[in-house]
């Protein structure tokens, strides 16, 4: 496996949440709501031989800010532990990534906060997610 293939793999699943994009790759001009999967780290041969890799993915998940009530519930929708908008329940839907993976979990959502892009206010939430993978 590789980055690009979790990084796809965490896109497709994050796709299950109706209305929202999912990208594997960060674009130049997000349009939201669109959730964006960053590598974060990797951690190399977490066990014997080359046996286990963990990877760490930061989700960023932005929502036009056109009226902040608007903004703020969307997101906060997004950052329930469960429910249809659920980016931990989408996320989660498929621990394995289409065979990719080992395991893999949410871990926490951070930095609910504002977010400027070019001249554009959003409002955005970072879920950072842990991969483990069999080498």
Do not use: H, W
Not at 75 to 90: E, H, M, Q
Not at 110 to 132: C, D, K, P, R
């Amino acid at each position: 496996m590789s980055v690009s293939e979790l990084r796809q793999g965490l896109a497709t699943n994050l796709a299950t949440i109706s209305g929202l994009r999912a990208s594997s790759f960060v674009p130049d001009n997000p349009t939201p709501p669109i959730a964006v999967v960053v590598p974060k780290n990797i951690q190399f041969d977490a066990a014997m031989g080359r046996g286990m890799d963990t990877y760490t993915f930061d989700v960023l998940v932005i929502a036009q800010r056109a009226s902040e009530r608007n903004a703020q519930s969307l997101l906060d929708g997004y950052c329930n532990p469960t429910g249809s908008s659920s980016v931990k329940t989408a996320i989660e839907s498929d621990k394995t990534l289409g065979g990719k993976a080992f395991d893999l979990r949410v871990t926490e959502m951070s930095n609910y906060t504002s977010l400027a892009i070019g001249e554009t206010q959003y409002l955005a939430a970072t879920f950072t997610v842990t991969v483990i993978t069999a080498t």
